[in-house]
């Protein structure tokens, strides 16, 4: 699953929408589409 970095989430959203460069890079250079799940990581996230 690909993994994105941002460090604007906060955690309290609901949504979240990627910036215009890393939407580009996972749609053109990981052809990801619509229904495609991804992890956003933010500075406070604990991956395991």
């Not at 460069?21 to 619509?34: F, G, I, K, P, T």
């Amino acid at each position: 699953m690909p993994i994105f970095y941002d460090p604007a989430i906060t955690g309290k959203e609901l949504t979240f929408t990627l910036n215009a460069d890393e939407s580009a890079h996972a749609c053109r250079v990981l052809r990801m589409q619509e229904g495609d799940e991804l992890t956003i990581l933010n500075p406070f996230s604990v991956q395991k």
